[in-house]
């Protein structure tokens, strides 16, 4: 079992940065393919960005490109989305997720790829 523990979320006025930050524990983080989610209210969890379990292949949905970035570092357990240029539409519960096995190819973009998930934190964009 992977234990995941989101924070760094917030009230944040359009144009503005956040970075949220996942602490991971249990398991050999290392060894998951990590991703990150988010949930609008009266929204399904969609897909923002997700990292490889050696942290060489990144993947971001095409709303967030080029404003987020996704990063892990190995031997503090985390994993980080750096969010610029927000927008009220980035507004959401924002969830880490590690993949549901280890050492598996990355790609997955559907959250029922993944078998464990933090708790999220809300980002709130003011207009």
Not at 21 to 39: I, V
Request: with cysteine; hydrophobic share 30%; net charge positive.
């Amino acid at each position: 079992q992977v234990q995941l523990a989101e924070s760094g979320g917030g009230l944040v006025q359009a144009g503005g940065s956040l970075r949220l930050s996942c602490a991971a524990s249990g398991r050999t983080f290392s060894n998951y393919n990590m991703g990150w989610f988010r949930q609008a209210p009266g929204k399904e969890r969609e897909f923002v960005s997700a990292i490889s379990w050696r942290g060489g292949a990144t993947d971001y949905a095409d709303s967030v490109k080029g404003r987020f970035t996704i990063s892990r570092d190995n031997a503090k357990n985390t994993v980080t989305l750096q969010m610029n240029s927000l927008q009220p539409e980035d507004t959401a519960v924002y969830y880490c997720a590690a993949d549901r096995l280890p050492l598996r190819p990355p790609g997955s973009r559907r959250a029922d790829g993944y078998g464990h998930w933090g708790q999220g934190t809300q980002v709130t964009v003011s207009s």
